[in-house]
């Protein structure tokens, strides 16, 4: 099963612009969120320093979490 992007922030009900989220699933880590989302496994750091206050270890993401995904202009 595929992660869940979602463009409502997660602690809104869609009444700001918020940044897209995801949903962690079974077996994701950042580097694969990364390479789906961006095209690169090596912008993980991107989402780890926009979510370093619910990651304390990159390699440590739980399923259900959900992740604000940056933009990467």
Not at 9 to 34: C, E, F, M, R
Not at 50 to 61: G, L, S
Request: aromatic letters at 6%.
């Amino acid at each position: 099963m595929q992660g869940h992007t979602d463009t409502v922030p997660a602690g809104g009900s869609g009444g700001g612009g918020g940044a897209p989220t995801y949903t962690v699933q079974k077996g994701d880590t950042l580097s694969a969120i990364a390479q789906r989302h961006y095209g690169k496994a090596s912008h993980w750091h991107a989402i780890f320093e926009a979510n370093r206050d619910q990651i304390d270890d990159p390699d440590k993401i739980r399923p259900g979490q959900v992740l604000n995904l940056p933009s990467q202009e």
